[in-house]
Structure formats: C-alpha cells, structure tokens
C-alpha cells in the first residue's frame, strides 16, 4: 500500500506564487515517476507536470515557463513551484505515482487564485 500526501496549496492573488509537495510512504518498490495533475470544477483531469526517476520532466503548455517540477529521490518527494499565478489556474491539484505495475493517486488540495 503506498501513500501519497500533499500540501502547500492555498489562497493566492494573481501573479503569487505557491509551492505544491507530495510525499510518498508506504511499500513502494520502485518509482518510475511522479507528476502533477489538476482538475478545474466542471473540467476533466489534466497533466500539470510529469518527471521520470532520471529527472526528465514535461509540462502542459500551459504552464511551461511558470511552474517547475522537482523530486527529492531519498525522500520519495515531488515539488511542484508555482509562479505567475493566474486565476486560470484555479484547481484541485492532485499528486500522482507510477510505480513498476500501480499508479498512486493523492488526495487533493486546492488552490484557488483570485484577480
């Protein structure tokens, strides 16, 4: 069973800036990736940001240039920085996990973005 659990999300104003971490605990035997994914109300789920155990990452294109994505390997810990807020970008932000056969899913936490 493998957990995965987030924080940092929040209230911010546009052009703010937020840091999202996921944490991952449990029987986890090997890490293919960690990534980030929102999903605005009455919208699908969507990719935020992806980076493989090797530290490749891919972003939306609407996020690239503003949001980074980051992994602490030893901590089986992903980051995610946000800069240049806009309100657009209003989500629940969910943290996600490949493992070698399983995905993981976080709980969720929200960040709202006011103009």
């Known amino acids: 069973q493998v957990q995965l659990v987030e924080s940092g999300g929040g209230l911010v104003q546009a052009g703010g800036s937020l840091r999202l971490s996921c944490a991952a605990s449990g029987s986890i035997f090997s890490i293919k990736g960690m990534g980030w994914y929102r999903q605005a109300s009455g919208k699908q789920r969507e990719l935020v940001a992806g980076?493989?155990?090797?530290?490749?990452?891919n972003y939306a294109d609407s996020v690239k240039g503003r949001f980074t994505i980051s992994r602490d390997n030893a901590k089986n810990t992903v980051y995610l920085q946000m800069n240049s807020l806009k309100p657009e970008d209003t989500a629940v932000y969910y943290c996600k996990l490949w493992g070698l056969t399983d995905t993981y899913w976080g709980q969720g936490t929200q960040v709202t973005v006011s103009s």
């Open positions: 980076i493989t155990s090797g530290g490749s990452a």
